[in-house]
């Protein structure tokens, strides 16, 4: 990566941001439903494929963070005052932190409970601890109380976007917007 700054997101960047936030936003509402859901197949099912899509959205995250390192990101939009600056830059580590953390906390909540867990149904994901009643339940409460944190950090990320959109009408949104969206 060369020491100046790439004026644009590359464009696999733009792409693994939407569909990262494609990911997200489908997890979080089966995550809730799935939690609410009396135990039987149904149930079976969404829990599958919430572990599955947030294995997808842990290899996504490694998977960006090698295309940012690799393309760099453009500097902030000059036109952010400071405090949104300061707002900004916490609210998206805020996010990458729980696009790692809450999988990996899943992972772990999930193997304490001791459940078999596989990835779309085309193969199991290795246990990475062994049955815990009392591991189980500490992850279970780090994972949902990331989810929240992840929830608002989400509607704090949509929030800045559609008002630098439609109130302030500037670019900071079609910076992200992939080539021909724009």
């Known amino acids: 990566m060369s020491q100046s700054r790439p004026e644009h997101y590359a464009p696999a960047a733009k792409w693994l941001h939407w569909i990262m936030a494609l990911c997200v936003l489908a997890v979080i509402p089966v995550g809730i439903v799935m939690h609410n859901l009396k135990p039987g197949p149904l149930q079976n099912q969404l829990y599958d494929l919430h572990r599955s899509t947030g294995f997808l959205i842990l290899f996504l995250a490694i998977l960006r963070i090698v295309v940012r390192v690799q393309h760099g990101a453009p500097t902030p939009y000059a036109g952010l ?15 990458y932190l729980c696009l790692f953390a809450l999988p990996l906390i899943g992972w772990i909540m999930t193997s304490a409970f001791g459940a078999r867990m596989t990835f779309f149904w085309l193969f199991d994901m290795p246990a990475i601890t062994p ?41 900071v949104l079609w910076r992200m917007l992939p080539r021909n969206w724009s």
């Open 81 to 95: 005052t400071r405090l949104e600056r300061i707002a900004s830059t916490a609210v998206h580590h805020t996010l």
């Open 131 to 171: 049955k815990n009643e009392a591991l189980f339940k500490v992850f279970q409460r780090l994972h949902f109380f990331g989810a929240i944190v992840m929830t608002l950090a989400i509607m704090m990320h949509i929030a800045g976007a559609l008002m630098h959109t439609f109130v302030r009408r500037d670019v």
